[in-house]
Every structure is written in structure tokens, then in C-alpha cells.
């Protein structure tokens, strides 16, 4: 051995560098205790530490080192330990001695390498029962590991789980080691030490797998006799029963020689492997073994005070050295009793345990369930308004649970319930109802003792309560003595249906005036309706008259343009009046875009007063905020409230208009978004509106006007909601009204004030006209050609890419498409503008449309147009926009949303 000694780390006894141990263990936690500190105490010392496991990883390893809280002196567990699989001991699928030891040279020399002085190995031999190839020689290998290591420091520890191996097997292993574990101890083996002393004995004493043999002590040597039969009875203690048995067999043939004992047991299933008595073949386990009663044999027994186990039966014919190992032979056949008796009691006690255990747990168990279900009868009734009772008929003491008299409003044990204080509680209209209740049940009449009466709580609420009962114990003539049941507050559900009754009448009353207020909606409608017609009838009438008187002059040779240019003007009013119509209907989706506030307030009501006894005076900061608008629906607005300010000063007045900036706050009564406003206010000094009518003036049915629809107001309140705005008013009769809208800013600049419109005379480009209307693709075609253009059309979407497709592929391309935005039952340009763009992404596309409420025109760069016009429009705005584009070499939307 080289070196000084070293700390096994699980006992104080102190042992060389590369001492061979083999620990016997059988109980987990001892072999999990012994292997920790073994390891631990290694890494203490500096030394590298393998572990061959297939149950543990290093890192659960140092978890162990941490939960024990071991020391290592200040070196770090990690670095030092390696933990393999014991598939290390056969490597290529086989066990070979030789290989192993040279393995273990290896990495010796490389642990060397590492800067360690010493190696300590500790290793798993459960895999030997796996019948690997080269198992048998495992036996041999531990034998030779102490002289071929004998000059390299390798501490080593052998794991044996004592319930795997037959105990002749271990007896073998055994053997084969300087040292043993069990128990927690470590103490010398002297049948290894014999091994070495005397040689080998040749006496057979092997059973062809585990062969290698030990000599017999002789009867001479009485000192070194019971130094073996010490450390056997040491080895038994680490054994199961029936290992006990095996081992012992295979030692004490090895003392006293083979076929000279046997083992007659009792209740201990043994098969010997020296002799096979008649009882054993006759399926009884020795009670009746024939050779007791053979004269050759002499028997000892093997008991103790509590129990008695069998025999040893020895040869007669034994040599004179037999009765030098009398007394120690009878010592250790006790010392195997009392073993086998330690181990029947530790297993009694083990069973008596777990059935403790198990009943303890029942019992925790049955309780939990206990506990569990009054809890849960609790906490169902706690959340409800129900209750348990129960009333002794008796005594006249009244249970009730804690759920119910909190819904009482008393507090656990405040008072004692009785059936006087029920009596003295129950309403004086609902006692009867109660006494007859408990009559009807005590006298068999019911099936139940149920009633629903009201009671009066601790703050003198009265409550509405059902309950039922049933009978719990009866007397001697089995009428019922106790009772019990449960108990239910019902207020609400009484209060309820009372409420419900009471609101019959109003609920017909309410449908009557429903069916009042849909006729009145009709007829509301019907006004508007007729409003409406008269207004176009008008409208078409100056239309009709004037196109006439242009004929006329025409066919008498005089110029009628004066009346074509009234045409258009009645026709522009006709498209103002629809634009009110779609902002009445929550369409009309404003074209935003940022304006001057204080010139279309100015400009607006200028136009509207003309010819007016009213005048108007302006109060409008220089600093007033750009707003988002659209000028001309926000022009009808402010026209449309000028108006009403007029027609409620038929006698002439003034009209204030005053504007300023507002910060909204998050929250607010008119349920703007938080943000910059700009707010304006229209006074007049006129009659006022009635308090009762302010809730109706921005009803689209409601007017007070002999001659109006109630159109005006109602578009203006849609045309604000649309902008993201607010309208609102405040009127008293006989002060006037002042109306007042909130517009949001916007950081744009206002955009510049526009030209004067000069068709164009001598256009260039080819251009391609899709509406569904042929009255309209015709004149459009006529103007643009009059203009210089050379323009094709189509009648839908589908003609409009074919036609486009052609041309572009004949290398007639055209410079500009005006696509209609809605074709009934065809393609639109919604769709028409994805196919051209696909042909061409730079195609220039104007969208027109009669419908202004929609998204596309609001946001026509979004999905692929240049620009956008509404119907109807001027051919001078027309030709104004198609030649922009022309001349624009602004970039194409090339990405529009589809």
C-alpha cells in the first residue's frame, strides 16, 4: 500500500490507500448513507472518486452532498468526481478480469495526469444477475485486483444488495475481499487471510460458477477457528433469511469438510445443496426428515427462547478435530437463531407497521372526508340564502346552522331560538299558516311539514321564507319528536313576482303607447317622404321648364344659354339635397382634409343671411386650430343652423358666432376621445325651444315647422358623429338658443384655396371610360373627345381589364382609366383597379361614384386610385383632374389594400 492512511469517511477505523472492502447491504437508505460518505470523505481528501451507478447522476449526487450539508475542506465536490455506468465493467458486451484491471490502471495514470495521488472507486454489481458473458469469472477478478493493484492506490468498495445473490454466492464474494461492510462496520476477513495462510484445499467446495475455494482450519488452530466463525456471524446480520441459511451451509463446509452436515429446518424453505432428505421430497419441509433418527447423524438444535427452528445434523464418523469446534460451532448456530429471529421480528414489526400506517392513514383519511364534507356543506349554504334547522318538539329549542343566522343577521350563539321566539317573529297574517302547516304533518295529513311565511329579521326587515321538514326521532307511540329540514329566504323571488304583477298594467300601457309612437313614426316618416318629393318635384319642375324655354329660344334662333347654365345650377342644389339625405341616413362618410374654420364660418353664413333681416357678428381667435373636415358637408352644417337661428327671428335680430380652442378630457358628458377640439357656438335671440322638445329636435322625424320635414338638424347631428365631432344645444323660451358643435384638429396645413376651373381645349392622351349608364359614358365620352382626347369605353368591370389587356398588349396602352366605383350585378372599380394594376403598377386610375359614403372614396389611395370625384360633377372639374394626373409624375400606389 502506498502512502498514508485514508478516511473511509463512514467509519473511524483507519486503512491504507487501496484497501479492497465489500460492502453487504440490503436496506436502500443504508446503502444510499454508506456510499455518500464513502465518496464524500474522497473528495475531502483531494483523491478522484468514480462512481459506477446506473441510479444515480453526479448532479443528484451533489444534491445529496448539499442536503446533508458534508464538508469537503475546501474542495469543490464537482471537480473531483466522475459518475459512469456500470456498463464500464463490459464495455464491448462481456466481462473480462484482465480488461477491467487494465481499465483501472488507465485511469489511475489518467487521474494522475489530473494532479490526483490517489484514486477511490466505489461500483454497483447488481448487473452480475443479468447473465452477461463473463459474469462466472467476476469472483476471479476480485481476487486478483488485490495483487495486480497492489502497487497503484485505487481504494475500492463493492456494492452487494445482499437480496440478489444466493448466499453460497456470496459466501464466494465474500472471500474475495481484505475487508467487509455491514451493519455500518468495517472489520477484517479472516477467511481471506486463511486463503493466503494455507492455500487452496482442492477440496471441490464450489459449485462451478463462484469457484474459488478457501482451505479448511484445522482443529489444531482453535485461535483461528473462531475468528472465522466471529466474522461469519458478523456476515449474517447483512443477509436475508434464506441467505442465512446458504451461507451458512457453505461455511461451516468449509470448516468441517463436505457430506458431513445438514440443515433440517422448519417453516424455512432450504433446499440443502449437500444432502436431500426423504421429508423434503415428500413436499414436507423437514419436520419429519429422515435423517434425525439415523444413528450416523448427531443433531443440534437452532432456536431460541421464543422459537425454535431446526436442526444441524453432522456425521458421527467426523475426525477427532470435530470436538476442538464443538463450542464454537454451538455458539454460532445460536448466533444464526437469534439472526433469524432478529429478522422474523423486524419483519413482523415492518408488517405490524405498515398496517398502522395504513390504518392510520384510513382513519386520517376518513376524518379529512369528515371535515371535507361539513366544510363543503358550509361553503355550499354559505354562498345561498339556505339554511339547515332542526326543532325539538319537546324542549321547543330550535337548531338553526350558521348560514341561516347570518341571513337573520344574528351572530353564532348570540341568542337562543325557540319556538316562542318563532312565534313572536313570524308576521301575525302567517301564523296561522305555520300552526296549520305542523298540524297537517303531525297528524299524517302531509307528507312534508312545509310553509312559506315571513319573518321578521334582527333589524326588523321582514323576510319572505320557505321551509320543509321532515320527522327525525319519534316518541313512544312513534309520533314525531324532532324535526328537521331545511329553510330558504325567497324576498326577492316574492318581491319579484309582486312587481311583476304590479307592472302588467304598466307593460300594456307601455305597448299601447309603443303602437302610438310607431304610427307616429310613420306618419313621421310619411312627412318626410313627402317633404322630400315636394323638394325634388320642384327642383325637376325648374329643370323641365328651363330645358324647354332653351328649345324654344333655339328654335327661334336665340341663345338659351342663359337657361342651360340654370339647369346646372338647380342640378348642383339637387346634389346638395342628396348629400343631406345620405348624412341623414349615418352615410354620406366625410372626404376630410384640413381647413380654415373662420373662412367657411364667414363664407357660409355670409351666403345663407343674404337677403335676411338678421345680422351676424363674429367673435374668431387669429389663433383658432386647423380642423379635419369636410368643407361641404361642414358648410351644410353651419347653413343648417344659421337657417333654423333665422326662421326663429322672423323679425330680424342678431346671430353670435364665437369659436375657440378646447382640451377634452377623458372623461366627458358629449363621449368625445381625449384630445384637441375646436369648439363653436351659434346664439340667436330668438323665441327659444320648449324644455320638453330639446330631447327631440335632432329626431330626424320631429319638426315644429308647418312646412318642414325635421331633416335639417337631424343630418347635421350625423354629419358631426361621422367627423368624430359633437353637436349639442342650450335653449330656454323666450332668451334664444345657442347651438354648439366640437370639431377635431388636426396638425396639417389647410390646403390652398382652389382656381378657378378652364376646361381643357386641346387634351392629349388616351383614356378608357367604364359606367354601367350609357346616358353617362356616352357624354363623357362626347366632352373628353370634343376636348382632344381620344377615349374608349366599357360598360363594366370585366370589359374595362379586357379592353385595357388589349391595348396595352397591341402597344396601345392608355394614359388614364375613370372607373365607376358600383355596378349592379358586375364588376365595379374596386375590383377593376386590382386587375389593371396588376397589368400595369403604374396605371393611373380616377374612381367616381354617386355613393359618397363610401370608405373607398374617403381613403381612395388605399386601394390603388389616383384620385376620386363624386357624381355629380362639373365637366370642368372633370377635365381639370384628368389632366393633373397626366401631368403628375407623382408616384403610383403600388401596394393598395384589397
Known amino acids: ?42 473528495l475531502r481528501q483531494g483523491e478522484k472518486v468514480i462512481c459506477l451507478s446506473d441510479q444515480l447522476t453526479k448532479g443528484e449526487l451533489l444534491e445529496q452532498f448539499r442536503s446533508e450539508q458534508l464538508d469537503f475542506a475546501g474542495h469543490d465536490p464537482g471537480a473531483g468526481l466522475l459518475v459512469m455506468p ?67 492506490p485505487v481504494t475500492l468498495l463493492c456494492q452487494y444488495n445482499t437480496r440478489l445473490f444466493r448466499g453460497a454466492e456470496l ?32 477440496d471441490g467446495a464450489n459449485d462451478g460458477r463462484w469457484g474459488m475455494g478457501v482451505p479448511r482450519a484445522k482443529a489444531g488452530q482453535p485461535g483461528q477457528v473462531d475468528a472465522l466463525f466471529l466474522n461469519a456471524a458478523l456476515v449474517l446480520a447483512t443477509l436475508p433469511i434464506r441467505q442465512k441459511i446458504e451461507y451458512s451451509e457453505r461455511f461451516l463446509t468449509r470448516i468441517i469438510g463436505q457430506r458431513k452436515l445438514h440443515f433440517c429446518l422448519r417453516e424455512l424453505q432450504h433446499t440443502s445443496t449437500i444432502f436431500a432428505c426423504a421429508g423434503i421430497k415428500n413436499g414436507n419441509v423437514c419436520p419429519n426428515c429422515s435423517l434425525r433418527n439415523n444413528p450416523d447423524f448427531i443433531s443440534f438444535e437452532i432456536k431460541t427462547a421464543e422459537s425454535f427452528y431446526g436442526y444441524l445434523l453432522l456425521e458421527r464418523s467426523a475426525d477427532e478435530e470435530y470436538q476442538a469446534l464443538q463450542p464454537s460451532l454451538v455458539n454460532y448456530l445460536n ?11 423486524k419483519q413482523r414489526l415492518q408488517t405490524l407497521n405498515r398496517h398502522l400506517q395504513q390504518e392510520i392513514v384510513s382513519r386520517k383519511k376518513i376524518e379529512q372526508l369528515m371535515r371535507e364534507k361539513e366544510e363543503w356543506t358550509s361553503r355550499i349554504l354559505e354562498g345561498t340564502d339556505e339554511g339547515l334547522w332542526e326543532c325539538d318538539l319537546r324542549t321547543g329549542v330550535i337548531k338553526f346552522d350558521r348560514n341561516w343566522q347570518k341571513v337573520l343577521g344574528y351572530k353564532p350563539g348570540e341568542i337562543i331560538f325557540t319556538q316562542n321566539w318563532l312565534a313572536s317573529r313570524v308576521h301575525p297574517e302567517d301564523l296561522p299558516l305555520v300552526d296549520q302547516a305542523l298540524a297537517d304533518y303531525l297528524e299524517g295529513r302531509a307528507q312534508y311539514y312545509e310553509v312559506e311565511c315571513r319573518i321578521r329579521a334582527k333589524t326588523d326587515e321582514w323576510k319572505w321564507v320557505w321551509s320543509r321538514g321532515v320527522g327525525l326521532a319519534y316518541d313512544v307511540e312513534n309520533k314525531p319528536a324532532k324535526l328537521g329540514g331545511t329553510i330558504r329566504d325567497i324576498t326577492i323571488y316574492r318581491r319579484t313576482e309582486e312587481a311583476l304583477s304590479a307592472s302588467e298594467e304598466k307593460l300594456a300601457a307601455a305597448q299601447k303607447r309603443a303602437e302610438a309612437l310607431k304610427i307616429q313614426k310613420l306618419e313621421s316618416l310619411g312627412i318626410l317622404a313627402g317633404g322630400i318629393a315636394h323638394d325634388f318635384n320642384n327642383l325637376l319642375t325648374a329643370i323641365l321648364a328651363h330645358v324647354q324655354l332653351a328649345g324654344v329660344k333655339l328654335q327661334k334662333g336665340l341663345d338659351g344659354r342663359e337657361n342651360l347654365q340654370i339647369v346646372e345650377k338647380i342640378t ?51 389663433d383658432l386650430w386647423t380642423v379635419d373636415i369636410d368643407n361641404g358637408q361642414i358648410g351644410q352644417v353651419i347653413q343648417n343652423i344659421v337657417l333654423n337661428a333665422c326662421q326663429a327671428m322672423p323679425k330680424g335680430g342678431v346671430i353670435m358666432i364665437s369659436a375657440t380652442n378646447e382640451e377634452v378630457p377623458p372623461e366627458n358628458d358629449m363621449e368625445l376621445k381625449a384630445g384637441k377640439y375646436v369648439k363653436v357656438a351659434i346664439k340667436d335671440e330668438g323665441v327659444g325651444i320648449p324644455e320638453e322638445n330639446l330631447t327631440k329636435i335632432f329626431d330626424p322625424y320631429f319638426t315644429t315647422k308647418e312646412a318642414g320635414s325635421g331633416l335639417g338638424l337631424a343630418s347635421s347631428y350625423y354629419i358631426l358623429k361621422n367627423h368624430g365631432g359633437f353637436l349639442g344645444v342650450y335653449s330656454k323660451v ?86 365607376d366605383l358600383t355596378i349592379p350585378g358586375g ?21 367616381f361614384s354617386g355613393y359618397s359614403d363610401d370608405p373607398v372614396l374617403a381613403d381612395y389611395r388605399k386601394y390603388g386610385f389616383y384620385d376620386t370625384i363624386t357624381k355629380p360633377f362639373r365637366f370642368e372639374e372633370l377635365s381639370v383632374k384628368i389632366e393633373n394626373a397626366l401631368q403628375s409624375c407623382l408616384p403610383v400606389n403600388k401596394h393598395p389594400v384589397f
Open 1 to 42: 500500500m502506498i502512502g498514508s492512511n485514508v478516511d473511509l469517511g463512514f467509519t473511524t477505523y483507519p486503512v491504507a490507500p487501496g484497501t479492497h472492502s465489500c460492502f453487504l447491504y440490503r436496506d436502500e437508505a443504508e446503502q444510499r448513507s454508506i456510499t455518500l460518505h464513502y465518496i464524500a470523505a474522497g
Open 86 to 152: 456500470t456498463c464500464l465493467y463490459y464495455r464491448r458486451g462481456y466481462f473480462s478480469p484482465e480488461e477491467m484491471i487494465e481499465q483501472w490502471r488507465r485511469l489511475y495514470e489518467e487521474a494522475r495526469a489530473e494532479g490526483y495521488r490517489r484514486l477511490r472507486v466505489t461500483g454497483d454489481t447488481s448487473w452480475l444477475k443479468s447473465g452477461l458473458p463473463g459474469a462466472e469469472r467476476f469472483v476471479e477478478y476480485e481476487v486478483k485486483l488485490d495483487t495486480e493493484l497492489c502497487n497503484y
Open 171 to 202: 459466501a464466494e464474494l465474500i472471500n474475495a475481499h481484505p475487508f467487509i461492510v455491514g451493519n455500518g462496520q468495517l472489520f477484517r476477513n479472516r477467511f481471506y487471510d486463511l486463503r493466503f495462510e494455507g492455500g487452496s484445499s482442492g
Open 335 to 345: 448466533m444464526l437463531a437469534f439472526s433469524i429471529e432478529n429478522d422474523r421480528q
Open 572 to 622: 348642383m342644389e339637387a346634389s346638395k339635397l342628396t348629400k343631406q339625405l345620405q348624412a341623414f341616413t349615418k352615410g354620406g362618410l366625410p372626404v376630410k382634409q384640413a381647413a380654415n374654420l373662420s373662412a367657411l364660418l364667414k363664407e357660409t353664413v355670409k351666403f345663407t343671411l343674404c337677403g335676411t333681416a338678421v345680422r351676424c357678428d363674429f367673435d374668431l381667435p387669429d
Open 734 to 819: 323666450g332668451s334664444g338658443s345657442t347651438f354648439y358643435f366640437y370639431l377635431p384638429v388636426t396638425t396639417a396645413q389647410p390646403a390652398p384655396a382652389p382656381q378657378k376651373l378652364i376646361p381643357v381645349v386641346n387634351g392629349k392622351g388616351r383614356i378608357l371610360i367604364m359606367d354601367d349608364q350609357p346616358l353617362i359614358r356616352n357624354s363623357l365620352r362626347d366632352f373628353l373627345s370634343g376636348c382632344g382626347y381620344r377615349v374608349t369605353v366599357a360598360k363594366d368591370g370585366w370589359e374595362a381589364v379586357k379592353i385595357y389587356k388589349e391595348n396595352r398588349e397591341n402597344a396601345t396602352p392608355f394614359d388614364l382609366v375613370l372607373l
Open 827 to 847: 364588376m365595379g372599380g374596386k375590383e377593376a383597379v386590382q386587375y389593371i394594376l396588376a397589368l400595369d403598377p403604374h396605371a393611373k386610375v380616377i374612381v
